[in-house]
């Protein structure tokens, strides 16, 4: 018998173990290299700091970032998200252990018999109960396993979510610094701009111009002017957006750099493809929920076995303040097992079964997904650095020829559609430059983003 019992045992531990599926991360091919680069030791091995941002060496940027991660009201949200996950981790994991309750009650009587003499009576009782389900095909194992990865989960996603604001914020601090940059070539363009008008009305008062090339020049002023208005209004967008990232309002922002030269552009190590598995909270993320998924299949296959509760109850009742009590204990057991469910635990083993295999497809588009924002984010930055060098040497040229067609057409030499041509040429020149080198700070930041930033 005792042979038997033990064999019994045995098997029924053997069988709460085989009800969650072992869990295998999904087959994914993973390149061993990226395709854009050419030196193997470059992407050998990578350690981005956790503050990537201070590679870029601006004061102001750190002190935001510092702020952004305090204030900002979805990381705020994200720390509750986490709480609402440890307590659920809290809650699967009292069903492991045994509930105990206690209870009791008073009473008091009062009789009057036929005599007229009345008599009372005092009646007390307390008891304690106890009750622990027996898991022995590990549904109750299963669901804190369930709960523990949804609660890595939330870190992940936190993380995530931490790594998405910085790359926000340095983002709207940059586009800000070259809204700021953009204005003040703007206000040079409108001063050269009044200056050729100036100088076209003299000749016209003179009578070696036509009031076409006034109206024109006119023209040229007021198109300046609208140009410089709409680049207000987009500053203030700017600022706004950037606020909101620091959980602060517009009018306490107070951002002091107009130009991004000065910034550093740093040198980003992309590390191998098989790293980003590692390193990004959103793959962590998803792998997480495929986690869960894959213990809610051995709670929905346990559900097809018998559960067992033992159960333990003791009292104590006094028929009044120094009378004998009684105590009564009694142990009890109960088992419940499913007869015919109309097909309700077979539909869920199918639902949890298809929804780990759901999110397991999911998990590979996510990671093949990782790999082409790496790719996409290298070849933006090539080509970034490329349009900005070119742009520099265009901004250069349209200097000079338009500070040597102004004095050409002083002295009459040329008409006044060529200097037209020059002015408008260099203030297209001069903004495309800045907003090439815009182009390869959010490069950078967005290659920082796809790697995982240095959350791993």
């Not at 203030?236 to 130009?259: D, F, H």
């Not at 980003?276 to 998924?293: G, I, N, V, W, Y």
């Not at 924002?373 to 742009?391: F, P, T």
């Amino acid at each position: 018998m005792r042979k038997f019992i033990s064999l019994s045992l045995t098997t029924l531990l053997l069988a709460s173990c085989a009800m969650t599926p072992a869990y295998e991360r999904p087959d994914i091919s993973t390149p061993a290299s990226w395709s854009s680069v050419k030196n193997s030791d470059d992407s050998s091995s990578a350690v981005i700091a956790y503050n990537w941002w201070s590679a870029f060496k601006s004061d102001e940027l750190n002190a935001l970032m510092d702020k952004a991660l305090e204030q900002n009201t979805d990381i705020r949200a994200g720390v509750q998200r986490i709480a609402q996950a440890r307590a659920s981790l809290k809650i699967a994991g009292a069903d492991l252990l045994p509930s105990v309750s206690g209870s009791g009650n008073a009473s008091r009587s009062k009789t009057n018999p036929s005599s007229g003499k009345s008599s009372y009576s005092t009646a007390l009782g307390v008891g304690v109960s106890a009750s622990y389900e027996l898991d022995l095909f590990g549904a109750n194992r299963a669901g804190v396993s369930a709960a523990e990865a949804s609660y890595q989960g939330s870190l992940y996603d936190q993380e995530a979510l931490r790594l998405s604001l910085m790359g926000d914020v340095a983002s709207s601090y940059f586009t800000l610094v070259n809204l700021r940059e953009r204005l003040q070539i703007a206000d040079n363009n409108l001063k050269n701009a009044r200056e050729v008008l100036r100088i076209i009305q003299s000749r016209v008062n003179e009578g070696a111009e036509s009031d076409l090339e006034l109206s024109q020049q006119k023209s040229a002023v007021a198109s300046s002017e609208a140009t410089r208005a709409g680049l207000i209004e987009q500053i203030q967008n700017a600022e706004n957006a950037l606020a909101v990232l620091l959980g602060q309002t517009p009018q306490s922002l107070k951002i002091t750099r107009s130009k991004l030269d000065g910034l550093n552009i740093p040198d980003i190590s992309t590390g191998q493809p098989s790293d980003l598995l590692k390193r990004r909270p959103d793959l962590r993320s998803a792998e997480a929920d495929l986690l869960a998924a894959n213990a809610d299949i051995g709670a929905a296959r346990a559900a097809f076995y018998p559960s067992i509760t033992l159960g333990l109850s003791d009292s104590l009742s006094l028929a009044g303040f120094g009378d004998p009590s009684s105590t009564i204990l009694s142990l009890a057991s109960s088992i419940s097992a499913p007869i015919f469910q109309g097909g309700r635990l077979e539909g869920g083993l199918e639902q949890a079964t298809a929804r780990q295999l759901e999110l397991a497809e999911t998990y590979r588009g996510l990671v093949l997904t990782s790999f082409q924002e790496v790719e996409d984010a290298m070849a933006a930055i090539r080509s970034a650095q490329a349009q900005e060098k070119a742009r520099k040497t265009a901004m250069i040229q349209a200097r000079k020829a338009y500070k040597l067609s102004k004095s050409l057409y002083e002295a009459g030499s040329i008409d006044y559609q060529t200097l037209l041509d020059t002015q408008d040429t260099q203030l297209s020149a001069e903004d495309s430059y800045a907003q090439a080198r815009l182009a390869r700070l959010n490069a950078a930041v967005m290659l920082y983003r796809v790697l995982g930033g240095g959350w791993a």
